[in-house]
C-alpha cells in the first residue's frame, strides 16, 4: 500500500509536462497524463481499423456515468453528458419553470458563462439580482439572504471562483436554499475533481461542470447533475435521446411525446464518446490519489505559497484562510508587466482580473511553490518589475 506522499509522486509520473515547465495554470486548463493519452489513443486505434464498435464505446460511456455519479454521491440517472459548462447552466436556466416578475440571484463578477445563461432570461421578465461580495470574502447563506424574497426561484453560484480561488460555503447557502424552496444551481467547472462534492448533503438542485481542468481530459466534454425529483423541469431542446419511448423505427410520433424521467432527458444526440474514454482513466488517476487527499495537497501547496509571499511582500487576492481557499491563488502583480515574465521563465499562469492566477493540480509540489518564489524573487531584483509591487 502506497502513502499519500508516494500516490502523489506516481500521479505526477503520470504528467510529463512537469519536466518541461513550471505548469501553474490548471484552472485555465489541464495538461494530459499518460494514461488519458493512452485511452484517448486506444479510441483512435479501435475508430482507425475497426470503426468502432460503437456499442462498446455506449457501454463504457454507460460505465463512466456510473463513475460519474459516484463521485458527486449522485445517482447514475441523476447524470447527463453536455458539452461543457455552459451548455449545462443554460440547460439549468430553461428547465427551470420560472415566470415573469420571478428572480434569480448570483454574485456579482461571477463566471460570465453562469451570468449570461441567467441574463437571457429577462427576455422573459425574470428579474436577475446580483449580491456582492469582495474578492477575499466567501459567499455564505447571509451573502444571500438579503437579496431573497417570495419570488426568489434559483440562487446560483460557483463552488470554486476562478478569479479569486474563494471557496463558497456550499451548506449554508444550500440549506437556506432548501428551508426556502429555491433551487441552488452550482457551478463546479472549478471544483470538480479538486474539492470533495456531495450533492446531496449540500442540498444541490443541479450541478453543471466541464471537464477539462480538475477532471484531466480535453474540452468538449460536460457533466449535469439534476436531482432525481425535479421532474417540473423540462427540457428545453428535445432529440430522440431525450424521449421516453425512443422509436425503434426511427419515425418521430406527435402522440407520444413523453421525456425520459431521469436526468438523460437532458442528453441530445450523440456525446463525446472520445472524451468519455478519456474521462475514465482520469477518474483511475484522480482515484489513485482520492479527491479529499487531492484538495489537503493543494491547500497545504497554498500554505507554502502564502508564506513565501509574505515573505516577499506580494499580496494574494484571495482569502488566505483554510477551507476558503483550494487550488487557486491570485497574486497582486500586474498582468502587463508579470504575464510576459513568467512566461519568459517557462513558469505557466494565466493572467486575471486582479493579478497573476496561479493553480494547482495533484501533480504539482512543495518544490515547484520554492521555484516560483525563486523566479519571483528574482523578478522583484529587476527594477521594472520591483516597483510594480506596493509596500502594504
Ligand atoms: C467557474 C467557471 N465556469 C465556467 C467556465 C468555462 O465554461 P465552459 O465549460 O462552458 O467553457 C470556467 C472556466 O473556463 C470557469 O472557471
Redesign the pocket.
Known sequence: MMNATEKLAAARAQFPVTKRLLYLDS?HQTPLSTNVRAAIEEFLSEGHEMGGPKPVWLRRAEETRERVARFFNAAPNEIAFTK????GLNIAANAVPLEAGDNVVLIEGD?P??AYAWLNLKRKGVEIRFATLKDDEIATAETFRPYIDERTKVVTL?HV??HAGQVHDLASIGKLCKDRGIYLVV?A??SVGVVPLDVKALNISVLAA?TH?GLLVPQGL?VLYVADGLDELQPAYLAMSSMANPPADYIARPEDMVVRKDAGRFEFGNVNLPDLQALSAAIDLINSVGVSDIQKHVSALGDRLIAHLDELGVQLVGPRERGQRSHIYVLALPVDKWADYFARNQVRVSPERGGIRISFAMFNTLEDIDQLAKVIRKGLNEESLAATVQAD
Open positions: 484552472a461543457n459548462t455552459s451548455e463566471h458563462n453562469n460557483s471562483t476562478f457551478d467547472m472549478q466541464g481542468k460536460g
